[in-house]
């Protein structure tokens, strides 16, 4: 089965940056949209961002918006969240995934998992105080 692999988690203290990749080359991104998911300690899985190749939207969590900026590159079928001026509760592991449903939520709207078709295994950041 094609598999999402991410990287460029890591232990960063708060108000740093770090920028996680989404290894999706064995898809081409055109039919789908891409999710960034996060799941805190005893938390659920929360939508982060995503965007819509298609149609070029983008979708933010509130509590990201400023700080987070996703982008690809279609070429490599790579997917990026560049996370800036982190904050210990942005500790999580992150994930990537596709949704065949080539659009992203509306601002304000919850970017729910349950449509995500591919999903990676994930990758930890720590966001220390």
């Known amino acids: 089965e094609a598999q999402l692999v991410e990287s460029g988690g890591g232990l960063v203290q708060a108000g740093g940056s770090l920028r996680l990749s989404c290894d999706a080359s064995e898809f081409n991104l055109d039919g789908y949209s891409i999710g960034w998911f996060r799941q805190a300690p005893e938390k659920g899985r929360e939508g982060v961002s995503c965007i819509s190749p298609s149609d070029g939207t983008t979708y933010y969590l509130d509590s990201v918006k400023g700080r987070f900026t996703i982008s690809t590159d279609m070429a490599k079928s790579m997917v990026y969240l560049q996370m800036n001026s982190l904050k210990p509760e942005d500790t999580a592991v992150y994930y990537c995934?596709?949704?065949?449903?080539?659009?992203?939520?509306?601002?304000?709207?919850?970017?729910?998992?349950?449509?995500?078709?591919?999903w990676g295994k994930g990758t930890s950041v720590t966001v220390s105080s």
């Open positions: 995934a596709l949704d065949r449903f080539p659009h992203c939520p509306g601002s304000g709207s919850v970017f729910g998992d349950s449509g995500m078709d591919y």
